[in-house]
């Protein structure tokens, strides 16, 4: 299992935007348009760590099914050949 360096890196995205959440509460008016960056930038973080997670499981398990295919393939033909 993959150990994390620093956790409050992890952590970093999701505060980012409960932060603007909680900034675009506690602002009035024309104001509140200013935590939207911050806000785009934490959902950003959060989704291309999702995405980037996704891809990588599902390569393993292409990887998975295509060693395990070749693996029964050379058998058969192994056992068959005996």
Request: positive net charge; charged residues 15%.
């Amino acid at each position: 299992m993959k150990r994390f360096g620093n956790p409050l890196i992890s952590i970093a995205a999701p505060l980012l935007i409960i932060l603007a959440i909680l900034g675009f509460v506690h602002r009035e008016g024309s104001e509140k348009f200013q935590v939207i960056p911050a806000f785009f930038v934490g959902s950003g973080l959060v989704l291309t760590g999702t995405v980037r997670r996704l891809r990588r499981r599902r390569m393993l398990l292409v990887v998975f099914f295509l060693c395990f295919f070749f693996v029964f393939v050379f058998f058969f033909f192994f056992f068959l050949y005996l």
